[in-house]
C-alpha cells in the first residue's frame, strides 16, 4: 500500500491547532453597522424587506449605537430619512436636518467608543432620489452635484462626524470634498470613497429602508456589474484624490473585485454586505434551510478573507457579540 507524503490534516485536528494557524481573523472591530434614522418618528418602525432592522427615532438610535458599543463594533454609519424632500436635496446639508441632527447626537453619545460615520450622497433628500441634481434634460450633473457634496460634507463635519462615506459615484468627488474640508479646518475628518460600487440587484431592500423616490436606475454612474478592471480603476483614482479608504458594494457578488481592489491600493479596504444579502441569508434562516449563526459569521469571513478590512453589516452588533462569546 501507498501513504501520503505530505498530510495536511495534521492542521486541523483539533480546534486548538486549527485556531492557532487560522488565517483570516473576524473581530467585532473589523464591523460597522449601518443604521436608518427617519424625521419625525417618536419610536421604531420595522422595515419589512429586511427582518429585524428599523427605521429609528433618535431615542431609538441612540439606544442602538450604545449597543453596538458595548459590543465592541468598530464604527456606525447613519443614513437619514428626510420628512420632505426636494430637486436639490435641500435637507442634506440643514443643520437641523435629520442627518445632522443624529450625527450630532451619536458623536456626543458614542464617538469616544466607535467611529461615527456619515452617508454623504443626495438620494435619500432628493424627491426623484438620484444621488446628485439633474439637468435640464433630467440627467444627472456630475460637476453641480460636486458643489452639493462640498456643502454636506461640511454640514456633516460640523456635525461631529469623524468619516464621510462618500457614496454617489461622481467623478471628482474625493478631490473637490477633500479641499473643502482643508480649507475649513476639517483635516482630521476621514474619506471613505465607494469607489468600486455596482448598479447592483442587492440593493433592493435599502430603497424601502430610505423611501427612496427613485425613477428609472442609476447606471450612469454607479459600475456596471460585469466590470471588473473599471472597479479598480476608480479605486487607484479615489486614492490618487486623497481618500483615506476605498469601499466595494456589493460584497458577495464581487468578491474578485474585493481582492484585485485589495491587492492594488495602498490603503484600507472595506466593503459593504447590502441589504439584499442580509435578505436572503435572513429568508433561508426563517425558512429552517440554512444555519443562521453559521451562515452569517461564514459570510462575514469569506469577505474578510477576500481582503476587507472592514466591512459594512447590518448583523454587526448581534455578530460582535457572538465572536465575544
Known sequence: MSFPDVRLRRLRQ?????????ETSLEPRNLVLP???????????PIGSMPGIVQHSLDSLRAAAVDAAEAGVGGVMLF??????DAQGSGADDPQG????????????????????????????????????LDADGAVDNDATLVRYASMALAQARA?????????????????????????GFTDTLLLAYAAKYASAFYGPFREAVDS???????????????????????????????????VKPAMAFLDVLREVRDTVDIPVWAYQVSGEYAMIEAAAANGWI???ASILESLLSI??????????????????????
Open 14 to 22: 483539533s480546534p486548538a491547532v486549527r485556531g492557532l494557524v487560522r
Open 35 to 45: 443604521l436608518f434614522v427617519r424625521e419625525g418618528l417618536s419610536e421604531a418602525v
Open 80 to 85: 437619514g430619512v428626510p420628512a420632505v424632500r
Open 98 to 133: 435629520i442627518l445632522n441632527v443624529a450625527t450630532e447626537v451619536l458623536a456626543a453619545e458614542v464617538g469616544d467608543a466607535l467611529v461615527v460615520q456619515t452617508d454623504l450622497c443626495l438620494d435619500e433628500f432628493t424627491d426623484h432620489g438620484h444621488c446628485g441634481v
Open 160 to 184: 461631529g462626524s469623524q468619516l464621510l462615506g462618500l457614496s454617489g459615484m461622481m467623478d471628482g468627488q474625493v478631490a473637490v470634498i477633500r479641499a473643502a474640508l482643508d480649507a475649513e
Open 213 to 247: 423616490q427613485l425613477k428609472g436606475d442609476r447606471r450612469t454612474y454607479q459600475l456596471d456589474p460585469g466590470n471588473r478592471r473599471e472597479g479598480v480603476r476608480e479605486a487607484v483614482v479615489d486614492e490618487q484624490e486623497g481618500a483615506d479608504i476605498v469601499m
Open 291 to 293: 444555519d443562521r449563526r
Open 304 to 325: 474578510r478573507r477576500a481582503g476587507a478590512d472592514a466591512v459594512l453589516t447590518y448583523w454587526a452588533t448581534d455578530a460582535a457579540r457572538w465572536l465575544r462569546g
